[in-house]
T-cell receptor, first 111, second 115 residues
Framework: QQQVKQSPQSLIVQKGGISIINCAYE??????FPWYQQFPGKGPALLIAIRPDVSEKKEGRFTISFNKSAKQFSLHIMDSQPGDSATYFC??????????FGAGTTVTVRA | ETGVTQTPRHLVMGMTNKKSLKCEQH?????MYWYKQSAKKPLELMFVYSLEERVENNSVPSRFSPECPNSSHLFLHLHTLQPEDSALYLC??????????????FGPGTRLTVL
């Protein structure tokens, strides 16, 4: 049973556009929601993370929006650049060592 | 070396071979993880070690055998693997304490092909 569902599977955006990736979860005990970015041939790298005490977190061009009542969170990439082309994974964790990952979204930014 | 390193980066083995994957973290973390990454699937957690003690074994077949001799090193011993075990094997570490205890940092992975 997949605990975190991620959509879309892939998306294409023009340079300067906004990329939006959505994740939904079922377990209300989750209290940590990170996003990872993975380039081909590399391991995932932590991009940004949020805890449920805030509804939004912004770091540079990357923003997480969190809706606790809907059990959803999303990643917005503003002013998308070709260097942002990668696979993005959302994840969720409760008060233990386990991260439940989404299946990933491949983002392609066209110049 | 910085961060999390993994060797080898690529490995091709037959089903009767025995090989080992190595992971080393240079972050002073207390917890280490093995994940399996297959195409179009979520990362699958295999094992978790905290302070050299295994705290999670996620129903992984016995042909995968982890070893954690100290908090900086983690091994995955492989024997009699199947072709469906071909995947990218990722190692990660996390502080294991404090507010960011489960903030995980990944290595580059070992691309394993089983013939």
């Amino acid at each position: 049973q997949q605990q975190v569902k991620q959509s879309p599977q892939s998306l294409i955006v023009q340079k300067g556009g906004i990329s939006i990736i959505n994740c939904a979860y079922e377990n209300t005990a989750f209290d940590y929601f990170p996003w990872y970015q993975q380039f081909p041939g590399k391991g995932p790298a932590l991009l940004i993370a949020i805890r449920p005490d805030v509804s939004e977190k912004k770091e540079g061009r990357f923003t997480i929006s969190f809706n606790k009542s809907a059990k959803q969170f999303s990643l917005h990439i503003m002013d998308s650049q070709p260097g942002d082309s990668a696979t993005y994974f959302c994840a969720a964790s409760k008060d233990d060592y386990k991260l439940s990952f989404g299946a990933g979204t491949t983002v392609t930014v066209r110049a | 070396e910085t961060g999390v390193t993994q060797t080898p980066r690529h490995l091709v083995m037959g089903m009767t071979n025995k090989k080992s994957l190595k992971c080393e973290q240079h972050l002073g973390h207390n917890a280490m993880y093995w994940y399996k990454q297959s195409a179009k699937k979520p990362l699958e957690l295999m094992f978790v070690y905290s302070l050299e003690e295994r705290v999670e074994n996620n129903s992984v077949p016995s042909r995968f055998s982890p070893e954690c001799p100290n908090s900086s090193h983690l091994f995955l011993h492989l024997h009699t693997l199947q072709p469906e075990d071909s995947a990218l094997y990722l190692c990660a570490s996390s502080p294991g304490r404090g507010r960011f205890y489960n903030e995980q940092f990944f290595g580059p992975g070992t691309r394993l092909t089983v013939l």
